[in-house]
């Protein structure tokens, strides 16, 4: 089978289409047709860190320990393992298993759920990493409730436009932080309100918003705060190491959130997506081959929702 390998450090172009030895499942696992992926930041951001902190934080001294990437997957069931109760052979699937930029990967049943009938398989494949996300740091960590006011900062990438979806779903008034290019898009999802970033600074405004979705923002936490109410919460996703360390040091009303993929919130992502209460945003479509290309795309903080990657 054909898979994307980064089996030495360097740009994105150091990542190469290869063939590898299609893999078999293991007894609790399922054998995936891969018909498309999608780009998260994890995919990327790893080309921002100097080669030093790539060693550091476990990633391999010499070369990338595991040289497969890719994480969102979409496809069709080819085979499953002895202990696999709730697949079988030919089903559409959606969910995470890391490799998934290649023809086949291998994931366990509780990473997966049944494809959303009404879309197709590129457009599932844009859900599972970003709007696990975005569900969880709305839900869980956030715990929105109808009728809060809810600012996404940084509305226009894909887990933000997740969020923005997600929290309007929850009841919420949502205002849409966005650069001036996303303003429409903004608007295509539900937001009630959009700021245009390059215009007007949030942080400074009278406005006080009950949580705030900084996704993948560069505000100091402190800055955010002041545009909190009193019983506000802010949300950091993604973003700098700064942001990280200002998250850790603010207390209770600032917290972070990192995805995690269970079956669970696929199958709740799988309903909202089926009711239309959130529609994936895709901005651009690339070929397996041209993985590098994406991420070199994303790389220039370009895109408006989710970079997809199609598996002839």
């Given at each position: 089978?054909?898979?994307?390998?980064?089996?030495?450090?360097?740009?994105?172009?150091s990542l190469?289409?290869?063939?590898?030895e299609?893999?078999?499942?293991?007894?609790?696992e399922?054998?995936?047709?891969?018909?498309?992926?999608?780009?998260n930041?994890?995919d990327w951001r790893?080309?921002?860190f100097?080669?030093?902190?790539?060693?550091?934080?476990?990633?391999?001294?010499?070369?990338?320990?595991?040289p497969?990437?890719?994480y969102d997957?979409?496809?069709?069931?080819?085979?499953?393992?002895?202990?696999v109760?709730?697949?079988r052979?030919?089903d559409?699937?959606f969910?995470?298993?890391?490799?998934?930029?290649?023809?086949y990967?291998?994931?366990?049943?509780d990473?997966?759920?049944?494809?959303?009938?009404?879309?197709?398989?590129d457009?599932?494949?844009?859900v599972?990493?970003?709007?696990?996300?975005a569900?969880?740091?709305v839900r869980?960590?956030?715990?929105?409730q109808?009728?809060?006011?809810?600012?996404?900062?940084?509305?226009?990438?894909g887990?933000?436009?997740f969020?923005v979806?997600?929290?309007?779903?929850?009841g919420?008034e949502v205002?849409?932080v966005?650069?001036?290019r996303?303003?429409?898009?903004?608007?295509?999802?539900?937001?009630?309100?959009?700021?245009d970033?390059?215009?007007?600074?949030?942080?400074?405004?009278a406005?006080r918003?009950?949580?705030?979705?900084?996704?993948?923002?560069y505000q100091?936490?402190f800055?955010?705060g002041?545009a909190?109410?009193?019983?506000?919460t802010?949300v950091?996703?993604g973003?700098s190491?700064?942001?990280?360390?200002?998250?850790?040091?603010?207390?209770?009303r600032?917290?972070?959130v990192?995805?995690?993929a269970n079956?669970?919130?696929?199958l709740v992502?799988?309903?909202?997506?089926?009711?239309g209460?959130?529609?994936?945003?895709?901005?651009?479509?690339?070929?397996?081959?041209?993985?590098?290309?994406?991420?070199?795309?994303?790389?220039?903080r370009?895109?408006s929702?989710?970079?997809?990657?199609?598996?002839?």
């Amino acid at each position: 089978m054909k898979a994307i390998i980064q089996d030495s450090y360097g740009p994105p172009a150091s990542l190469q289409l290869r063939e590898r030895e299609k893999p078999s499942p293991k007894e609790n696992e399922v054998l995936v047709r891969v018909h498309a992926s999608s780009v998260n930041a994890p995919d990327w951001r790893l080309f921002t860190f100097p080669l030093v902190i790539r060693r550091l934080i476990g990633l391999g001294l010499r070369r990338p320990k595991d040289p497969t990437t890719g994480y969102d997957l979409a496809g069709t069931v080819e085979a499953v393992g002895a202990a696999v109760t709730q697949f079988r052979p030919g089903d559409p699937v959606f969910g995470t298993k890391r490799g998934a930029f290649a023809e086949y990967v291998c994931s366990t049943e509780d990473r997966l759920a049944p494809k959303p009938a009404n879309v197709s398989f590129d457009v599932a494949a844009a859900v599972p990493v970003a709007a696990l996300t975005a569900l969880q740091a709305v839900r869980n960590v956030a715990k929105v409730q109808p009728g809060q006011k809810v600012l996404v900062n940084g509305a226009g990438g894909g887990v933000g436009t997740f969020a923005v979806q997600i929290a309007k779903a929850f009841g919420a008034e949502v205002t849409a932080v966005c650069s001036t290019r996303n303003q429409e898009m903004a608007r295509s999802i539900g937001a009630d309100h959009v700021l245009d970033y390059t215009r007007e600074d949030f942080t400074t405004g009278a406005q006080r918003y009950d949580v705030i979705l900084n996704v993948n923002g560069y505000q100091s936490i402190f800055a955010c705060g002041r545009a909190l109410t009193p019983a506000g919460t802010y949300v950091w996703i993604g973003g700098s190491l700064k942001a990280m360390v200002q998250t850790w040091v603010g207390g209770r009303r600032f917290r972070g959130v990192m995805a995690n993929a269970n079956q669970k919130d696929l199958l709740v992502l799988k309903d909202l997506v089926e009711s239309g209460k959130i529609v994936p945003a895709i901005d651009r479509r690339y070929p397996l081959r041209d993985v590098a290309e994406a991420i070199t795309y994303l790389l220039g903080r370009h895109a408006s929702g989710k970079v997809v990657i199609t598996v002839p």
